[in-house]
């Protein structure tokens, strides 16, 4: 598919790719050049008060791993639990 730059350094993507992608009005670009090419790659930017959420999070999430217990077996884990699995 051709497509031509226009004012402002515009170029329309074609209706097909659009689709395609499910691209919409304001969907966000980064755009690189490499090896003489220019590649358009969807990204979506967070909020910075949305993105430190995420990181709390995670944190709090890593923390409580930490702290839980592991079992080398399924039979010890329902053993842990008072579940005897020879049993049924």
């Given at each position: 598919?051709?497509?031509?730059?226009?004012?402002?350094?515009?170029?329309?993507i074609p209706?097909?790719?659009?689709?395609?992608?499910?691209?919409s009005?304001?969907?966000?670009f980064?755009?690189v050049?490499?090896?003489?090419?220019?590649f358009?790659c969807?990204?979506?930017v967070?909020?910075k008060?949305?993105?430190?959420k995420?990181a709390?999070?995670i944190?709090d999430?890593?923390?409580?791993?930490?702290?839980?217990?592991?079992?080398?077996?399924?039979?010890?884990?329902f053993?842990d639990?008072?579940?005897?699995?020879?049993?049924?």
């Amino acid at each position: 598919m051709l497509a031509e730059i226009r004012g402002r350094s515009q170029i329309t993507i074609p209706a097909e790719i659009i689709k395609k992608l499910g691209i919409s009005e304001g969907d966000k670009f980064d755009i690189v050049e490499k090896d003489g090419g220019i590649f358009l790659c969807p990204v979506i930017v967070y909020p910075k008060d949305k993105l430190l959420k995420i990181a709390k999070i995670i944190k709090d999430s890593e923390i409580e791993l930490s702290s839980q217990e592991s079992f080398d077996t399924v039979e010890d884990m329902f053993a842990d639990m008072g579940i005897n699995i020879d049993n049924v």
